[in-house]
């Protein structure tokens, strides 16, 4: 799924594209694929687009008079399609923007699941669903902030990285880099972490969120996962970039949580099965 650095440089680059130009129409594609019915999406027609911007794993298109809140979930992206050239139905499209310039953003999502969908929120979108009881962003909490919010989550640390009303805008590529930059154990109990362990966290993330952002900032468009810049990642088996060990895994049934021993745990492996007794 696209996390912070991903969603921050495509909000961006579609600002960069779009800001000032009028809706003329928003339609859905899919049954699901617009999650509120008041306002009316309607409600946007014909206003410029103020605004693109991003709330943890959310991208917002601000109209003035309502604000599109969008979510990819795993397989979407929001591209541009060519001018008049739009197909009724698009194979995988979820929703679709054009604009009175001819252009058009098409939401799209791969795969059978059809999750990502856009609400239609009017005035300020925070206090309202989907953002409501997000976390701060994961890039905006200092060491003080980050102790406070581990001590009052008690959970492990990889788990606590990825839970959007505790931090929002990570997910499990970044909780595997940030928990390897940070030299902590992905399963360390976040009550028992110190000062110290909070400000090597906020060191990594921003470490982490600022060298996947140069990297998106540098494409054209939104990276696949594969191609995401990291130290432990999805490169189990591989020699660990810091120490020369080998990357391990912990396998999960939907994801996996990479790590490297010599760093992280003290040398110890991990067990590789959701029911063995972890490292604390």
């Not at 943890?56 to 809140?69: A, E, N, Q």
């Not at 982490?208 to 998106?216: F, G, H, R, V």
């Not at 939104?222 to 391990?248: K, L």
Request: charged share 25%.
């Amino acid at each position: 799924m696209p996390e912070l650095p991903e969603l921050q440089a495509h909000a961006e680059r579609l600002d960069e594209h779009y800001a000032g130009t009028a809706l003329a129409r928003f339609t859905p594609l899919t049954f699901t694929a617009l999650k509120t019915a008041v306002p009316p999406a309607s409600d946007a027609h014909g206003h410029d687009l103020v605004f693109v911007g991003r709330r943890g794993k959310y991208i917002l298109f601000d109209f003035g008079t309502l604000t599109f809140v969008v979510h990819l979930m795993q397989g979407g992206r929001v591209k541009e399609e060519p001018p008049g050239k739009q197909p009724a139905k698009p194979k995988t499209g979820v929703a679709r923007w054009i604009f009175e310039d001819g252009r058009a953003l098409l939401l799209s999502e791969a795969g059978s699941e059809r999750r990502a969908g856009v609400w239609a929120v009017a005035g300020d979108p925070e206090g309202q669903a989907p953002l409501e009881g997000l976390g701060p962003d994961a890039d905006s909490v200092d060491p003080l902030r980050v102790l406070e919010l581990l001590h009052s989550h008690p959970m492990r640390l990889h788990g606590w990285f990825r839970d959007q009303r505790i931090l929002a805008g990570l997910g499990r590529r970044l909780a595997n880099e940030i928990c390897h930059r940070a030299k902590l154990s992905p399963f360390a109990s976040t009550g028992r972490l110190t000062q110290s362990d909070a400000e090597a966290i906020v060191e990594a993330i921003h470490a982490s969120i600022n060298e996947s952002l140069a990297y998106e900032r540098g494409r054209d468009t939104m990276s696949s996962s594969a191609d995401r810049p990291g130290s432990v990642h999805h490169r189990e088996g591989q020699t660990c970039p810091v120490c020369g060990d080998t990357i391990r895994a912990v396998e999960y049934r939907s994801y996996t949580i990479d790590y490297c021993p010599t760093c992280q745990t003290g040398g110890k492996v991990l067990a590789d099965n959701t029911t063995s007794k972890f490292l604390k």
